[in-house]
């Protein structure tokens, strides 16, 4: 009897799920509801604060993650007992387990939706070489790894499990985590990004069979046909999964038509569908995680349902679920066990058998692949990478008594230094050069007007397509003189909720055309261009930049030099409102259009969308568009002209140069007299410029010039007023003029064009500013130039095959 009353009083009283109040004398924390919500906020919050101090290292948010954790548990933070009993107390830890695995069989089904055995099945014999040897080589090292930690910190343990469990610990590669450090580093659509990840998709695959047959020999029981009894029953399942799941997965996806919303019901069956699966595996012996991730990896690829079902589960699980995972897990990892040369000593052997295994593997399969040495040593970096994968292998061994504290700890540690020196080792050791050749047509300005005119148009959304299209038309002359080719580049954000699988999928469209391709794209950004393409005779290139805003410029400006274009043209970060103000979409937008200005290898465009056209494509026969330039004089100035008189080659487009003159000097910018001989220079090369203008034969009636005579700036102000009835405005940036407004956020628009958008002008004429390639301020290209350079896009986004 008194054995039965000490177990009993040994086991935690169970929690009521909600108090009655603070005015009731019942403390919150004594509660599951009031206290995992507590939970939810400090992990949420602690992690995400950690995410942003590391964020300058480059590291990805899982070593944020994986660190909270572990300062959250006994290593730090659990040592004070007041805060462990308090807000982790050990009769919560059942609720917080139960709600931080729910969010990771959703995180699993998520994995399973990135992984496209389709793709992988195409995966070409170097990659899979590649990744059989990263797997192959770390495997055997952890087997021996596990002979010397289970004669050392982990006597007793069941060998044959251990076993297993240390190849698989030491093997795995985070295709997730892989996924952002290639997207973050810009290397996602290299020739190594691509290898890097097609490897990780195999090895991701290989990893989990040999993690179900490490769960299912890890079984209490002694007899040993129940491995081979979970084996085979786990084999079932996959092939009921691949003969029932499938087709009734694959039913509704087709009838999700793009463009319209997936039924709710599709997605509730679907959820229902992923825990079924997880009950089903977890009563089969070989863990709930691997139903769902069968679940995601047998859901179809093709059309809108797989994408609208990650947007609809990925926030909530990846923002709020997930990160209970690490703090559960970081609540079972105590640092501290790791004392004495002999702890620390066994963590720098596996943090060394995992390295040399990982990359030595890759390297050495690289090598015989005739992949050059650095990428060789920069692929092995990259299937070092560790993630969230590699704790659970770790939590579930744990779980089943594989692994005491002492291992649990330093594999963790191990998992976290693998993934930390990625980054730092991949820039170290891998830094594509940007090369390419010189090219001679960097302006609109030209001699020869026969030759092809390249424009990279920008665009952030479905907003900006109806004018950039008008742009585009108009842009385009008769036909008869010099091709027009454009570069639609649509600019995404890397945001951290972008999955892997979308990142890679639009990777792939990169710097090709959408219809070149096996399987048309079903992005309407890229149909609407496509539709376009076929009713002209423009070549439209739809390309994708994914990055962080703060480095986009860089996407932008290489694209431009390998593409060879002669102008890029930017939208304007603010749109205009139904009132007429102007609204900006954010400041970080702003702060990309200023650093491709500085670093662009050609001249640049910022386009004030007012509605050029309205909000639809305007076909060539209803084009009737009034355009204005005024002229100041100046580089930016003769290149906004150049742009305006290939406009004016469309038979439906009238333009009006508005020459201004400065009666008594008030205007000019070069007033001092060591610029006079400056001063005087670039009016020679402006009136020159002007006579050839009047001589060009595309001067037609569509072109009126205009010679204005100003003593101020109101003037200037008063003559622009008057013809702010047209469609649009052509200004150079740095236009030789003062400023025309006292004050203003945007310089980058020049005194021109500052006037023209600001909304108190005009709401209803578009403004394009135009800032000429000027070879001299050209100081710090992107591009390194080289002569002997053929490779066109080799290290961009636009060499995806």
Known sequence: MASTTNVTSACPAAMKASSNGAFQHE????????????QICLVVVFTRLLAYLLKPLKQPRVIAEIIGGILLGPTALGRSKVYIDTIFPEKSLTVLDT???????????????????????????????????????????????????????????????????????????????????????????????????????????????????????????????????????????????????????????????????????????????????????????????FGAFVVGIVTPKEGPFCRILTEKIEDLVSGLLLPLYFASSGLKTDVTTIRGAQSWGLLLLVILTTCFGKIGGTVVASMLCKVPFREA???????????????????????????????????????????????????????????????KHRTIQRKDHDSELRILACFHSTRNIPTLINM??????????????????????LSERSSAIAMVHKARLNGLPAWNKVERSTDQMVIAFEAYQHL???????????????????????????????????????????????????????????????????????????????????????????????????????????????MVEHPG????????????????????????????????????????????????????????????????????????KCNLFIVGRNAAVASLVNSTDCPELGPVGGLLSSSEFTTTASVLVVQGYDPAADTRPLIEEDVDYEGSSRHISGSIV
Not at 420 to 427: E, K, V, W
Request: charged share 20%; aromatic share 6%; with cysteine.
């Open 99 to 289: 709600l931080a695995n729910i969010g990771l069989l959703f995180f699993l089904f998520l994995v399973g939706l990135e992984l496209d055995f389709a793709a992988i099945r195409k995966t070409g014999k170097k990659s899979l070489l590649i990744a059989l040897a990263g797997i192959s080589l770390p495997f055997i090292l952890g087997v021996g790894t596990s002979f010397v930690l289970s004669s050392t910190i982990s006597k007793g343990v069941h060998q044959l499990p251990f076993i297993v469990f240390m190849g698989v610990a030491l093997s795995i590669t985070a295709f997730p985590v892989l996924a952002r450090i290639l997207a973050e580093l810009k290397l996602l659509t290299t020739d190594i990004g691509r290898m890097a990840m097609s490897a990780a998709g195999v090895n991701d695959i290989a990893a989990w069979i040999l993690l179900a047959l490490a769960i299912a020999l890890s079984g209490n029981d002694s007899s040993p046909l129940v491995p081979l009894w979970v084996l085979l029953s786990g084999s079932g399942f996959v092939i009921f999964a691949v003969l029932a799941i499938r087709p009734l997965l694959g039913y509704m996806a087709k009838r999700c038509p793009e463009g319209e919303p997936v039924k709710e019901l599709y997605v509730c069956v679907t959820l229902t569908l992923v825990l079924a699966a997880s009950f089903v595996t977890d009563t089969i012996g070989i863990h709930a995680l």
């Open 472 to 493: 585009i038309e108009s842009s385009r002359g008769t036909g008869q003189r010099g091709r027009l080719c454009v570069y639609a580049m649509h600019l995404m954000e």
């Open 27 to 38: 403390s919150p924390l004594d509660f599951a509801l009031p206290l995992i919500i507590l």
């Open 377 to 439: 040593m920069s692929l092995g970096v990259l299937m070092n990478t560790k993630g969230l994968v590699e704790l659970i292998v770790l939590n579930i061994g744990k779980d089943r008594k594989v692994l005491n504290d002492q291992a649990f700890a330093i594999l963790v540690l191990m998992a976290l230094v693998t993934t930390f020196i990625t980054t730092p080792l991949l820039m170290a050791i891998y830094k594509p050069a940007r090369r390419g050749a010189p090219y």
């Open 653 to 724: 487009i009238s333009l009006t140069i508005l020459k201004f003159v400065a009666a008594k000097g008030t205007l000019k910018r070069f007033d001092k007299g060591e610029d006079d001989e400056k001063e005087k220079k670039v009016k020679e090369i402006d009136e020159e410029f002007l006579r050839e203008l009047m001589n060009d034969p595309r001067g037609n009636e569509s072109l009126s010039y205009e010679e204005r005579v100003v003593e101020s700036k109101e003037d200037v102000k008063a003559t622009l007023k008057a013809t702010s």
């Open 536 to 646: 002209r005779a423009v070549a439209v290139r739809p390309m994708t930049a994914i990055s962080d805003l703060s480095s986009i410029h860089e996407d932008i400006c290489t694209s431009a030099h390998q593409k060879r274009v002669a102008m890029i043209l930017l939208p304007f970060h603010k749109h205009q409102r139904v009132d007429g103000a102007m609204e900006s979409i954010g400041h970080a937008f702003h702060e990309v259009n200023k650093r491709v200005l500085q670093r662009a290898p050609c001249s640049v465009g910022i386009l004030v969308d007012r509605g050029l056209g309205g909000t639809s494509h305007v076909v060539a026969s209803e084009v009737d568009y009034k355009i204005v330039v005024p002229f100041f004089g100046g580089l930016d100035d003769r290149e906004a002209l150049a742009y305006g008189m290939k």
